[in-house]
């Protein structure tokens, strides 16, 4: 709608929003999770963003869920110190699991989990007497985070921007997506990590030029090449391995002790044997030697000894970075290399990044924090009225996204590293006679053959006009949205035939699931759905009249006075609206001040466009010709 | 310079508010990047309505389109042609001399590749980034001409589908291979 228009330059708005409901970012980890916070908290300084306490006084909330028969489950540190004693039931590191099949390695690795037998080959962990998946598990630290948040705050938290590896494909994103719905948050956007890293730190430091991160946390490994200039965050190039972290060091090096203890490996056994291997890796990040002690098993381990369990481990970060630095163009131009992610506060990993970029790695900001305090300020840049930095974030597809064709082969139609939002299209034809159908799957990954990539999705178009081989032609169109979401459309080009989906992860839950869960949730929340849309509704009403009345003010001149009187009449009748006690006339008359203001809303923003262009223009002294340039941008920008 | 008749394609210099041309300013290019970029991107429009957000996404979409297009001098020569109606990469039929000379380039990369050296290989490559970077200031010195004549514009077609060639032949060679 009209004044949702904000071309009017961030900030510049004086109407302060009232503070209803925060906007938190959150970290969702695989060792430990933080919800972070831009403002209202005056102790905290105006536009600082700031993590909340939230377990036992600390930040970090260990990404640790156990299950029990008779109660709610626990999250956090209490449920770590139940780990040992019920293991089966206790799931840590669950982000491993998000978006993968019960097929994947991931499950047959060491771990003291009972893996139940899931429906459409999604993983369940037995649990308690009963079995969850990765997304519910996930959903009750989201939840935690969601209730501490709110009692520190002092006001409801429902809107969240949710930190991934930037390089999660698009299943381990819609999942990560659904267990924030599941926990009753709207989630605003989906931030890559090294890109909220590098949110917090560019501000925080207030630094320019270009800088490659390197997140190595709990299980992924995420390296990104960012450009900051004027406040815009460009990412060039990402790359990694999802499947790659300090749970490996901890496991190779648990492996170790196991073997030399030479004893069955219940799950209690294994579960202590990875506890110790995390123990002694974090002591020995300060000391050369540890005692080791796992159920009267004792044994010193030096440091030289550690290493070398995870030296091969360490070195796999190698390739992806040294391919993400030649995809960026950034070879020998870096100006920092920033470290994020708690392993990296392992020595032998500092030494190896200084050794692969040629430059000693910046550690100033908290690795653990500095990923959540980036999502906060994304979060408040995406609800705020008037937003406390004056930033944008531009972010690329990290994997490339394609077709498959004849003979099991791919065909890329969107690559890795285009900047998003993108689309591409690409025509196929039929290759039988007659054909009147043509299935579409869309895989990902940068494998040449299907078998090799990633399967996101199967449809099939049907209606096609038989004609002869290669006659029929169909246009395929992928639209990767600013989330990173894709959507595909084909459409046969004779008839105007078309079909479209939104992809959703062969692997995931369904949309029936989802619902079913959610439904339940609500059931046990005390919220009263009525008065919270009732809400919702008023505060949105207030939202859009103040900015439907501002645009007015600054951009009245584009409308006739007949042009004015509906827009209007429309106001008034939204401002009656609100009075009711209901949020369905509210939202009837929303809608109708949006329909009645459509064209002013497009003249606004046409002439925020042509703005745009000229002040440039008007700064390098070609007004004459270019401004014709300027017409024609706008022109082409329209079209349409 | 005229939009071919029926105007197929976009005009994705206008997008970004430059003349049409082969040369261009890269400091300017990425400076009008970001000042649409600011302008139009989702993210200004979190709040605002489903049309507008829609609205965005479009713009954004072929802003960041068109930028990647402008950035790469091949990218930008194959879309001043196709702004003059000529798809070079599906419209050019090469000549049999060059379909001649692909074949044999390919024998050779495979040959040093089985004897394993590596100076062989960056040999051929170092002969193949000669020829693509003739083939490119070819391609510039034509289109420096404001109004190109047909039979130059054939070869630039032509050059276009060569430098494909090239770029894939330097990724074989460089074991630039897609990675898992």
């Known amino acids: ?640 | 310079m005229q939009p071919p008749a029926g105007g197929t394609a976009r005009d994705k210099f206008a997008v970004l508010g430059l003349p049409r041309s082969f040369e261009l300013d890269a400091g300017q290019l990425d400076e009008r990047f970001r000042t649409l970029s600011r302008k139009l991107h989702p993210d200004r429009f979190a709040r605002a309505s489903a049309r507008e957000r829609r609205f965005s996404l479009e713009q954004t979409t072929l802003l960041n389109d068109a930028y990647r297009t402008l950035q790469d001098p091949a990218r930008r020569a194959e879309h001043l042609l196709e702004l003059r109606g000529i798809h070079p990469l599906s419209d050019t039929a090469m000549p049999e001399e060059f379909l001649e000379e692909a074949m044999a380039d390919r024998e050779k990369l495979l040959e040093a590749k089985m004897e394993g050296g590596k100076d062989g290989v960056e040999q051929l490559a170092a002969g193949i980034r000669h020829k693509r970077d003739a083939a490119m200031d070819e391609i510039a010195g034509v289109l420096r001409n404001p109004s190109p004549e047909p039979p130059a514009l054939s070869r630039v077609s032509e050059l276009l589908a060569r430098l494909r060639y090239y770029a894939r032949y330097l990724d074989e060679a460089m074991g630039r291979a897609p990675e898992p």
């Open chain 1, 1 to 640: 709608m009209v004044a949702l228009l904000e071309i009017a330059e961030p900030g510049q708005s004086q109407v302060k929003e009232a503070c209803v409901a925060a906007a938190v970012g959150i970290d969702l980890g695989t060792t430990n999770s933080l919800v972070a916070v831009v403002g209202p908290d005056p102790s905290s300084g105006a536009g600082k963003p700031l993590a909340l306490p939230v377990d036992e006084g600390s930040t970090l909330l260990p990404s640790v869920v156990s299950y029990r028969e008779d109660g709610p489950p626990i999250v956090g540190r209490e449920a770590r110190r139940r780990a040992a004693d019920a293991a089966p039931d206790t799931i840590a590191s669950v982000k491993r699991f998000m978006g993968r099949s019960s097929a994947d390695p991931e499950t047959k690795r060491l771990s003291p989990y009972r893996f139940a037998e899931g429906e459409s080959g999604t993983v369940r962990f037995e649990v308690a007497g009963r079995s969850v998946t990765p997304v519910e598990v996930s959903a009750e630290i989201l939840r935690t985070l969601k209730t501490r948040a709110e009692q520190r705050l002092g006001t409801p938290v429902r809107q969240a921007v949710i930190t991934v590896p930037a390089y999660f494909d698009d299943a381990q994103r819609q999942a990560t997506k659904e267990a924030g719905r599941l926990a009753g948050l709207e989630v605003l956007r989906l931030l890559n990590e090294p890109t909220a890293a590098a949110l917090a730190y560019g501000l925080d430091k207030r630094s320019e030029g270009t800088f490659a991160v390197y997140d190595l946390g709990g299980g992924t490994f995420d390296i990104s090449i960012l450009k900051l200039v004027e406040g815009l965050f460009e990412v060039k190039a990402v790359g990694g391995d999802s499947a790659l972290g300090g749970d490996d060091f901890d496991r190779a090096i648990a492996e170790v002790l196991l073997a030399e203890m030479g004893r069955e490996r219940e799950p209690r056994l294994v579960r202590q044997a990875i506890d110790a291997a995390r123990a002694a890796k974090e002591a020995l990040t300060a000391r050369d030697s540890v005692e080791v002690e796992i159920a009267g098993f004792r044994r010193t381990l030096t440091r030289a000894q550690l290493e070398s369990a995870m030296r091969p481990l360490i070195e796999r970060t190698g390739p992806p970075s040294r391919r993400a630095l030649k995809d960026a163009g950034a070879e020998g131009k870096l100006d920092g290399v920033i470290l994020v992610g708690g392993s990296t506060r392992v020595p032998a990993v500092r030494a190896y990044v200084q050794a692969l970029f040629g430059l000693p790695p910046l550690a100033d900001i908290d690795p653990d924090e500095v990923v959540a305090l980036g999502a906060a300020v994304q979060a408040d840049l995406l609800t705020a009225e008037k937003p406390q930095h004056d930033v944008l974030l531009l972010d690329v597809a990290p994997l490339s996204l394609g077709l498959e064709t004849m003979g099991g082969l791919v065909e890329k139609l969107i690559l890795r590293n285009t900047t998003i939002p993108t689309s591409a299209t690409q025509e196929f034809t039929t290759f039988a006679d007659g054909q009147t159908g043509m299935d579409i799957h869309v895989v990902q990954g940068e494998r040449e053959l299907v078998a090799d990539s990633r399967s996101l999705a199967r449809f099939r178009l049907s209606g096609i006009p038989p004609l002869p081989a290669g006659l029929a032609r169909v246009a395929v169109t992928f639209q990767v949205d600013a989330d990173g979401i894709l959507s595909v459309t084909a459409k046969e080009q004779l008839t105007g035939i078309s079909q479209s989906i939104t992809v959703k992860p062969s692997h995931g839950l369904t949309d029936e699931e989802i619902e079913r869960m959610l439904l339940a949730s609500l059931q046990h929340a005390e919220d009263d759905m009525a008065a919270r849309l009732l809400i919702d509704a008023r505060i949105e009403a207030q939202r859009i009249l103040r900015a439907a009345e501002h645009q007015l003010e600054s951009n009245g001149d584009l409308l006739s006075a007949e042009e004015r009187g509906p827009i209007e009449r429309a106001m008034q009748s939204l401002r009656a609206a609100m009075e009711s006690g209901d949020h369905r006339p509210i939202k009837d008359a929303i809608e109708r001040l949006d329909h009645d203001s459509a064209e002013f809303a497009k003249r606004v923003m046409d002439r925020g466009i042509e703005r745009a262009l000229k002040g440039h223009t008007a700064a390098e002294f070609e007004t004459g010709e270019m401004s014709e340039h300027a017409k024609k941008a706008y022109r082409a920008l329209r079209d349409d």
